[in-house]
């Protein structure tokens, strides 16, 4: 069975063998580029987020899929949804701004909160942080999707069985020919 | 890979892997019964194309690991935008200059000429009618053409093996008639 599977890659010539190795990296290659291209038209480095708790209820729920830009022009205004890095966590978070100072030069420090949390931010911040500032900031949502991420959540929790759908994925783009 | 002699079985109503055993057999008979070198040119134009789109992609990855994103906006404007000019152009290559040439052969002929042999093959999807074209050129830059268009099923046989006597006898059948059209000419 097993011999049959690749029986189409040993009757390849070398030539032939190159090229399915190439149309498989142009697959993968394709789409980081496509993410790279919304990269550079939102400004965002990461345009596409997965709410992943229910902080954010009833405005967002767990897997909804949200679009981010981040132009530097646009200023940050209370009431905003920002989504932003803190220090020492993985996973980026998506709050609304609770409250903004701004300076004349253009500088902003603000505090954000989960609509569905009882209290602010701070204690999510890195030890001893009490604003995020622009630098902090991933994007700001500008559109949402609402069920799609829920893929994407199921596939973080069972690591086993995202390795398993792209190892079927891989074996079966190199193996069958065109 | 490999140079295995070893008969293959192939399920004949599987259009993409009859028309692949086909191919590959034809190639065979061009290069080896019928003595004519295979030229890679066309099909080396594609994968360096290939692997100058890959090259790209890597070289926007890499950087923009080096230098985290905002830095690396200039690097990946370039770097996206050649890509899909990358897979423009070579969507226009497959489509227009090798129109599904799977073998192109050179064939000494005398003193100093050449022909060059260009055999393509389509197959319509859900049919199992094999088209093939081949095209010879001379040296003059004059070309002919002939085409066969029959069922897989007279190819393989009922184990789901290409009968490389009958391909071998049809090629050769359009080989000798390109060969000898010319000399009436």
Known sequence: ?178 | MGETNEPVKINKWDGAAAKNAIDDAIREVLTGDLKCNESFALIDGRLSLCALAVGVALYALLWDYLYPFPQSRLVLIICVSSYFILMSILTLYTTFKEKGIFVVAKEKVGNNNTRVWEASSYVKKHDDKYNLVIVMRDSTGKSREASINKSFANYIDTNGAVVQNIVSNEITKLYNSLSSEKKEK
């Not at chain 1, 980081?32 to 990269?39: Q, V």
């Not at chain 1, 999510?124 to 900031?137: F, N, P, R």
């Not at chain 1, 690591?159 to 891989?170: S, Y």
């Open chain 1, 1 to 178: 069975m097993l011999d049959s599977v690749f029986d189409d890659v040993k009757r390849m010539n070398k030539r032939q063998f190159i090229y399915q190795v190439l149309s498989f990296g142009m697959i993968v290659s394709s789409a980081l580029m496509i993410w790279k291209g919304l990269m550079v038209v939102t400004g965002s480095e990461s345009p596409i987020v997965v709410v992943l708790s229910g902080s954010m209820e009833p405005a967002f729920h767990r897997g909804d899929l949200l679009f981010l830009t981040n132009y530097p022009e646009e200023p940050v205004r209370v009431g905003e949804i920002v989504v932003f890095k803190v220090e020492g966590r993985d996973i980026p978070i998506v709050h609304r701004v609770l409250k903004l100072h701004e300076k004349n030069n253009g500088t902003v420090k603000f505090l954000t909160k989960g609509d569905n949390n009882s209290v602010d931010d701070r204690g999510l911040y890195a030890q001893g942080q009490l604003w995020l500032t622009k630098k902090d900031v991933v994007g700001r949502a500008r559109g949402f999707l609402p069920y799609v991420g829920m893929v994407t959540i199921y596939m973080n929790e069972y690591p086993k069985f995202k390795f398993a759908v792209l190892a079927c994925l891989a074996v079966y783009v190199l193996v069958h020919r065109e």
